[in-house]
C-alpha cells in the first residue's frame, strides 16, 4: 500500500511558478513509476508528466512541454513537478499517482496507475 500527499498547489499569476510535491509513504518508492495529473472543471483527467522509476525517462502532454519539469527524489520518497511560465489553463486540481514499475517505461494512461494522492488545486490568474 502507499499513500501519497500532494503538497505545493496555491494561486499565482499567469506566467508564474509553482514547485508541487508528492510524498510517498512506505519503502518502495523507489520500485514505482510516477505520474502527475490535473483535472479542471467539468473536463476529464489528463495526463501532465510521467517518470521512471529512477529518474532517467520522463515524458511531458504536448500543453505543459518546456514548461514543466517533473524529476523525484528516491531518497526522499517523494516527486515534484516543477511549473514555470504558468497559463490561465493551467488551473485545475493537480494529483499525483503512483504504479509499480514496468521496466523503464514511463506510463502516461490514468487508468494504469493504482495508487493517487488527494490532489491539491493549482489556480492561475489572468
Known amino acids: 500500500q502507499v499513500q501519497l500527499v500532494e503538497t505545493g498547489g496555491g494561486l499565482v499569476q499567469a506566467g508564474g511558478s509553482l514547485r508541487l510535491s508528492c510524498a510517498a509513504s512506505?519503502?518502495?518508492?523507489?520500485?514505482?513509476?510516477m505520474g502527475w495529473f490535473r483535472q479542471a472543471p467539468g473536463k476529464e483527467r489528463e495526463f501532465v508528466a510521467g517518470?521512471?522509476?529512477?529518474?532517467?525517462?520522463?515524458y511531458y502532454a504536448d500543453s505543459v512541454k518546456g514548461r514543466f519539469t517533473i524529476s523525484r527524489e528516491n531518497a526522499k520518497n517523494t516527486v515534484y513537478l516543477q511549473m514555470n511560465s504558468l497559463k490561465p489553463e493551467d488551473t485545475a486540481v493537480y494529483y499525483c499517482?503512483?504504479?509499480?514499475?514496468?521496466?523503464?517505461?514511463?506510463?502516461?494512461?490514468?487508468?494504469?496507475?493504482?495508487?493517487w494522492g488527494q490532489g491539491t488545486q493549482v489556480t492561475v490568474s489572468s
Open positions: 499517482a503512483a504504479r509499480a514499475a514496468v521496466g523503464n517505461a514511463v506510463v502516461v494512461v490514468p487508468y494504469e496507475y493504482r495508487y
Open positions: 512506505g519503502r518502495t518508492f523507489s520500485t514505482y513509476a
Open positions: 517518470i521512471n522509476w529512477n529518474g532517467g525517462s520522463t
